[in-house]
C-alpha cells in the first residue's frame, strides 16, 4: 500500500465512516484519536511525504495523545532513545496471541502498539487500529509517508535492514493508570541489586 491512495473503503477510516459504523456515540478521547490520524494523514499523505523528519516514534506517540500540544508540528519529536524510554514507561509487552481478533481502536480503551527492532533502541512504531481490516497498522514509513499497513507489508518493509528478522516485531499494550494490563500478569520480573 506504500505508492497508491488508498482506495479500498476497507482499509484505514476517517471521522465520518466512523461515525457511521458506530452505533453508540463516540467518547472524547477516541474522537480525537480519530481527528489525529486523519490530520496526520493530511499532513504526510503516502504520494508527498513532506515532513520527512518526523519520525513514527512521534507519529504513533501523537496518534495515541502523549503529547499535550495543538497539532503534530507542536509535538515533541523522539528519537529511538526516546521510544525505549517511552515503551518501558508506559507500555507492557505481549505475546502476538493477546491482540484482539475483534479490535477497534476508536472503540476500545485498550491501545495497542507494533515495536519493529531492538526495543532498548527500536527503529519503528505502529499503532493497531482496526484488526478486521486487511491493513490494521497505522504508521509513517522512512520513505513514504503515514498509512495503513498489514503486518507482512510492514515485515517486507523492514526485515533485513540493519539486522533486523522477523523475530524482531514485538506487541505492546498500554498501560492503563500504572496498571500492569492483564495480558502481562503472571510474568516475573527479577530485579537486582550491586
Given at each position: 500500500?506504500?505508492?497508491n491512495?488508498?482506495t479500498?473503503?476497507?482499509?484505514?477510516?476517517?471521522t465520518?465512516?466512523v461515525?457511521?459504523?458506530?452505533g453508540?456515540?463516540m467518547?472524547?478521547e477516541?474522537?480525537?484519536?480519530?481527528e489525529?490520524?486523519?490530520?496526520?494523514m493530511?499532513?504526510c499523505?503516502?504520494?508527498k511525504?513532506?515532513y520527512?523528519d518526523?519520525s513514527?516514534f512521534?507519529?504513533?506517540?501523537?496518534?495515541?495523545?502523549f503529547?499535550?500540544?495543538?497539532d503534530?508540528?507542536?509535538?515533541d519529536d523522539?528519537?529511538?532513545h526516546?521510544?525505549a524510554a517511552f515503551?518501558?514507561e508506559?507500555?507492557?509487552e505481549i505475546?502476538p496471541?493477546?491482540l484482539p481478533?475483534d479490535?477497534?481502536?476508536?472503540?476500545?480503551e485498550?491501545?495497542?502498539?507494533l515495536v519493529?527492532?531492538d526495543?532498548q533502541?527500536?527503529?519503528h512504531f505502529?499503532v493497531l487500529?482496526d484488526?478486521?481490516?486487511p491493513?490494521?497498522?497505522f504508521?509513517?514509513l522512512p520513505?513514504?509517508?503515514?498509512?495503513?499497513?498489514?503486518?507482512?507489508?510492514?515485515?517486507?518493509?523492514?526485515?533485513?535492514i540493519?539486522g533486523?528478522t522477523?523475530?524482531?516485531f514485538?506487541?505492546f499494550?498500554?498501560?492503563r493508570?500504572?496498571?500492569?494490563?492483564?495480558?502481562?500478569?503472571?510474568k516475573?520480573?527479577?530485579?537486582k541489586?550491586?
Open positions: 500500500m506504500k505508492n491512495q488508498i479500498d473503503p476497507d482499509i484505514g477510516f476517517s465520518s465512516k461515525l457511521a459504523s458506530n453508540s456515540p467518547d472524547q477516541n474522537l480525537q484519536l480519530t489525529r490520524i486523519e490530520e496526520i493530511m499532513m499523505p503516502r504520494e511525504p513532506i520527512e518526523i513514527s512521534s507519529i504513533a506517540l501523537y496518534t495515541l495523545g503529547f499535550d500540544c495543538s503534530l508540528l507542536s509535538s523522539v528519537d529511538a526516546g521510544a515503551l518501558r508506559h507500555f507492557s505475546k496471541e493477546a481478533r479490535y477497534r481502536l476508536v472503540e476500545s485498550e491501545k495497542y502498539l519493529v527492532g526495543l533502541f527500536p527503529i505502529a487500529v484488526s478486521q481490516s491493513s490494521p497498522f504508521s509513517k520513505f513514504y509517508g503515514s498509512g495503513f499497513d498489514s503486518l507482512d507489508e510492514l515485515k517486507n518493509e523492514f526485515v533485513g540493519d533486523i522477523p523475530e524482531d514485538h506487541f499494550i498500554q498501560n493508570y500504572g496498571e500492569i494490563p492483564s495480558a502481562s500478569r503472571g516475573i520480573y527479577v530485579v541489586n550491586d
